[in-house]
């Protein structure tokens, strides 16, 4: 009886060595929401020129559905009767999933902000928003 306790003793502390190691060695991103980790313009950056297009990369591969961008005047704050400045839908780059685009009309000077939502491969959705200037032509 004592040799069958010590056999499932060990291995009870095999298994909980293994599973330790198991989620020490997972990957952490698997579990996180997708990040900005940059964008063009540069988030709180001011433009001498006002882009054609909102440009962002983020930290997880993106699904090719349910992702969207934003672009208002600053100015503009009530959700309801705000002009969305982007053209049409937010598209996933096919040569780098990370990589989300979307055109804008052209953009007088002044504040803008930016808002997005982006559904990752792993199924997590994420929203965001920075600010930019786009500054008066000198």
């Given at each position: 009886m004592k040799n069958q306790n010590?056999?499932?003793?060990?291995?009870?502390?095999?298994?909980?060595?293994?599973?330790?190691?198991?989620?020490?060695?997972?990957p952490k991103s698997a579990l996180a929401h997708a990040r900005l980790e940059?964008?063009?313009?540069?988030?709180?950056?001011?433009?001498?020129?006002?882009?054609?297009?909102?440009?962002?990369?983020?930290?997880?591969?993106?699904?090719?559905?349910?992702n969207s961008i934003s672009v208002f005047?600053?100015?503009?704050?009530?959700p309801?009767?705000?002009?969305?400045?982007?053209?049409?839908?937010?598209?996933?780059?096919?040569?780098?999933?990370?990589?989300l685009i979307n055109a804008v009309n052209p953009l007088p000077p002044g504040d803008y902000v930016v808002e997005w939502r982006v559904l990752s491969l792993d199924g997590h959705s994420a929203p965001g928003k920075f600010k930019f200037k786009v500054s008066a032509a000198k």
């Open positions: 010590n056999v499932a003793f060990h291995k009870l502390v095999i298994v909980g060595a293994l599973t330790a190691l198991f989620f020490l060695g997972a940059r964008s063009s313009p540069a988030a709180d950056s001011e433009a001498a020129k006002a882009p054609a297009q909102i440009e962002l990369w983020f930290s997880e591969l993106l699904d090719d559905g349910f005047a600053a100015a503009d704050t009530d309801k009767t705000r002009k969305n400045l982007a053209l049409g839908d937010a598209k996933v780059d096919a040569k780098d999933r990370t990589h």
